[in-house]
């Protein structure tokens, strides 16, 4: 085995072990923080291997994009510090991964950014498999689904809705690199991820999967739409009724209480607009109103997180670093990225942080501009000829 392959998946378990939970199973004190630190760990062993490749070496394109990616994490780490030093480690130990996700991604080239990719979707295809088999013997985990009798689950390690969101961008993702694939594996796979954003039981991805299904088979979705407007027009209390109960729609106008949540937000950058009251403030802030337990660790909105924990300057960075990636990448990737980035108005995630949302995310933006720069350079030689 090459040695990048082994630094390829160092990687990505690294991005993917901070989010691990077994607290289902065992009591691990500070669960958090030994996975976090776990991860860490493996990000810098997947650094040192490329220094030993002699891989390490930054390109002077991409200075300003790299530059703009710390930038965030810093200045979530130094609100943290201003609002509580004590607690501000864990914000810091975030950075520190950050930049080693960033100098390890830029070390890639297209196909090794590809077959980052293709780990993390195998890692989906496992956890969908497993999600068939908590279906099939009944593993108990999380919300029952009304009307329809069966639970939810996280399949084994990962939070309900962190698990919906990973198979959602595998789904995405496998759709872009899998050309080489033959129809029957790919709807297979496709399939094995579809049963698993159904058994997360979050709706948010529900909703974005439907779009990306109009959006690629627009005939498809018009015509089961209006075999819905159909039947409803024969059975519109009945079925109203069971899909309220089903889908739990009756929380749709709070957007799940989002609507108070965003609120606190709110009020929270107003008493501190330029730097925000960091990360470890959400808990603190939320239960003063919403005395919840356990407290939100997030706004579940990416826009109120970074404007309530950095303010104005995180904003600012987020917003720009947001649009420069989206001109940087393939412009056929472009709709890909933004239905990635579309559900973390409803549950906060940012690209290249240490979980696996972030972590995938990541991979997408450098092996998409890559691709980008590669087929410049194809036309250049091209032309030249």
């Known amino acids: 085995m090459k040695l990048v392959n082994v630094a390829l998946v160092f990687f990505v378990f690294g991005t993917v072990f901070p989010a691990i939970s077994l607290s289902d199973y065992v009591n691990i004190p500070d669960e958090r923080f030994i996975f976090k630190g776990v991860g860490v760990f ?12 002699n891989r390490c070496r930054l390109r ?24 509580d030093v004590s607690e501000s ?88 690199i899998s050309a080489d694939r033959n129809k029957w594996e ?11 954003i159904f058994m997360s039981f979050y709706r948010t991805v529900y909703v974005f999967t439907f779009l990306q299904v109009f959006v690629k088979h627009v005939i498809i979705t018009l015509l089961v739409v209006v075999v819905v407007v159909v039947m409803g027009l024969f ?24 609507d108070v949540l965003w609120m606190i937000a709110l009020d929270s950058f107003y008493n501190a607009p ?34 309530a924990i950095s303010g104005v300057i995180g904003f600012v960075i987020y917003s720009f670093l947001f649009l420069y990636v989206f001109v940087r990448i393939e412009r056929d990737h472009r709709l890909i990225y933004l239905m990635l980035m579309a559900p973390a108005l409803l549950n906060t995630y940012i690209a290249f942080m240490p979980n696996p ?29």
């Open 89 to 176: 480690l864990i914000q810091w130990l975030r950075l520190i991964a950050v930049l080693l996700i960033v100098i390890f991604l830029s070390a890639l080239n297209e196909h090794e950014l590809s077959r980052a990719l293709k780990l993390y979707c195998y890692i989906a295809f496992a956890m969908g498999l497993i999600s068939f088999y908590q279906y099939l013997v009944g593993y108990p985990a999380y919300e029952k689904f009304p009307v329809i009798n069966i639970r939810s689950n996280k399949s084994i390690i990962f939070e309900q809705n962190v698990y919906g969101l990973f198979m959602y961008m595998s789904f995405l993702i496998y759709s872009l």
């Open 42 to 53: 493996f990000l810098i062993l997947s650094v040192v291997l490329m220094m030993v490749l």
């Open 274 to 307: 330029l730097i925000g009251l960091g990360e470890n403030s959400i808990p603190d802030v939320s239960n003063a109103i919403l005395n919840r337990d356990p407290p939100f660790t997030t706004y579940h909105n990416v826009i109120m997180d970074v404007l």
């Open 60 to 83: 002077g394109s991409d200075l300003a994009l790299l530059i703009m990616i710390i930038a965030l994490p810093f200045v979530f780490a130094l609100s943290a510090s201003i609002y």
């Open 186 to 196: 790919k709807s297979g796979v496709k399939l094995v991820y579809l049963f698993g």
């Open 357 to 385: 949302l972030g972590g995938m995310l990541g991979v997408f933006v450098f092996y998409s501009i890559n691709v980008r720069r590669n087929r410049q350079i194809e036309r250049r030689e091209f032309n030249a000829h």
């Open 235 to 258: 059975y519109f209390s009945d079925i109203w009724d069971t899909l309220s109960d089903l889908l739990k729609l009756g929380q749709m106008s709070t957007l799940t209480g989002r």
